[in-house]
């Protein structure tokens, strides 16, 4: 009996038919299932954000020459008036100019809004550099560097504009934000690991004052391009009503634990060179201290990879006790065999503890701050880093001249041991306000 056949039975084979002269071939067979789509990283995810492209081009261009500044700086005065000393004096009144004014321009960046306040302070910043290169090119008085350099304290927070972009489009995803603020400190570490190396190249293989005028265009052009972005600018704050954040409960202790972190910095980048310099190789340490950049760099790109557990104000203490370990490495290498290659290595591993470190800060500055001043509680922060590297480069460098490059090393363990203990006697304070904060009968 003939069995019953399907009433559209599909070919085992191609069919094959001819159209005028043309050959045609239709293959009906049944395709294998496509593998299911790989999900995107955090990192595809985050840049994936409406607007988050644009706005982190314009600031990564306009962030490079935060690193490019003082050392064209140095080699610029140092080149034409044969001074190391003034040279250093003039970056510091630089550093010291930006610690005092830099809280004022980003008050009013959160009053008045990115755009309207960032480019005028970028411009008048500028004006102040190119006053800085036509004084020392005419030979003018020693005090004219220091008026000139300055002017540049103006110059706005870029990475906390960014940030402050972040947390405005990802208010309430806490693992987006953690990916955002480790990619933002990545970027930082970069940009301070290529910046010197740049200026460098340019002012020896060009003219003393092209890492200056390169520096100049590259922060105009990108606060321009990152200024033009207002879908994702946040909203200005014209009158908050939230207190000052330096008086917001929290933000002290954090304030002081980028204090000694800053001063980890500042003494880990003047030891090195000294070291280097003894070792006979000083024009080594450049590359000695972008491999500790380099080790920050790819820790905060991993970190933000992660989701780390429990809450920012317990990680702390964990990721400063980590940092604290390793920067005891460069001080053990360097007394037990002074050889600088392997001084370069611990500086790697020494390196991968500082983002992290800088990653937590930065997100416990962002849920202490009151809502409205967040630019200003971040430059804060970054005031705080920039009068540690003051004090951690004068006490390394004291170090160096009167004891010796090798024991240089024990200072920034000796600020990173203070960053811990600092970060250990926060967290009962806020442990203790949370307590209080409970109802009765709740649960512990």
């Not at 050959?23 to 988050?52: I, K």
């Not at 690991?193 to 390169?214: I, Q, R, S, W, Y």
Request: contains cysteine.
């Amino acid at each position: 009996m003939p069995q019953p056949t399907p009433e559209h039975p599909r070919p085992s084979a191609p069919l094959l038919t001819v159209t005028a002269d043309t050959l045609v071939a239709v293959d009906f067979r049944p395709r294998a299932p496509r593998a299911p789509r790989r999900p995107p990283g955090p990192y595809r995810r985050l840049l994936s954000t409406p607007g988050a492209r644009a706005f982190t081009a314009g600031n990564l261009i306009a962030r490079l020459p935060m690193g490019m500044f003082s050392v064209s700086a140095v080699v610029m005065i140092a080149g034409t008036r044969g001074s190391y000393a003034l040279a250093g004096a003039v970056t510091a009144t630089g550093l010291a100019a930006t610690a005092l004014v830099g809280p004022w321009t980003a008050r009013l960046v959160d009053r008045y809004g990115q755009a309207r306040v960032a480019v005028p302070a970028t411009l008048f910043a500028a004006l102040g550099s190119l006053a800085l290169v036509l004084c020392v090119r005419s030979g003018a008085p020693d005090w004219t560097l220091f008026a000139a350099y300055a002017a540049t304290a103006t110059t706005p927070n870029t990475g906390g504009m960014a940030r402050a972009r972040w947390s405005h489009l990802l208010k309430g995803d806490a693992d987006a934000l953690h990916t955002a603020n480790s990619f933002e400190q990545a970027t930082d570490e970069l940009c301070f690991m290529l910046g010197p190396v740049l200026a460098a190249f340019l002012c020896t293989a060009l003219f003393p004052e092209a890492g200056t005028l390169v520096g100049v265009v590259l922060l105009v052009t990108g606060i321009l391009l990152f200024a033009a972005q207002r879908a994702t600018e946040p909203p200005a704050r014209p009158r908050p009503a939230a207190k000052a954040p330096f008086r917001a409960p929290g933000i002290p202790p954090l304030l002081a634990v980028c204090l000694a972190t800053g001063a980890v910095f500042g003494s880990l980048e003047v030891v090195t060179i000294a070291f280097a310099d003894a070792q006979g190789h000083r024009s080594a340490a450049g590359v000695v201290l972008a491999l500790q950049a380099a080790g920050s760099c790819a820790a905060g790109l991993l970190y933000g990879a992660l989701k780390p557990g429990g809450p920012a104000e317990v990680r702390l203490p964990w990721c400063v006790a980590a940092m604290t370990a390793l920067m005891t490495l460069p001080l053990l290498v360097a007394s037990l065999t002074g050889s600088l290659p392997l001084l370069a290595l611990t500086l790697l591993a020494a390196g991968m503890a500082t983002a992290p470190t800088m990653v937590t800060t930065m997100t416990l500055v962002q849920h202490r701050t009151p809502e409205g001043r967040l630019n200003e509680g971040m430059t804060l922060a970054v005031t705080g880093l920039l009068g540690g590297i003051a004090c951690g480069s004068a006490a390394g460098g004291w170090t160096v001249e009167h004891v010796s490059p090798t024991a240089g090393y024990g200072v920034p363990v000796t600020a990173a041991a203070l960053a811990l203990t600092l970060a250990l006697l926060s967290l009962p304070r806020r442990a203790r306000r949370i307590r209080r904060a409970r109802p009765a009968g709740a649960r512990a």
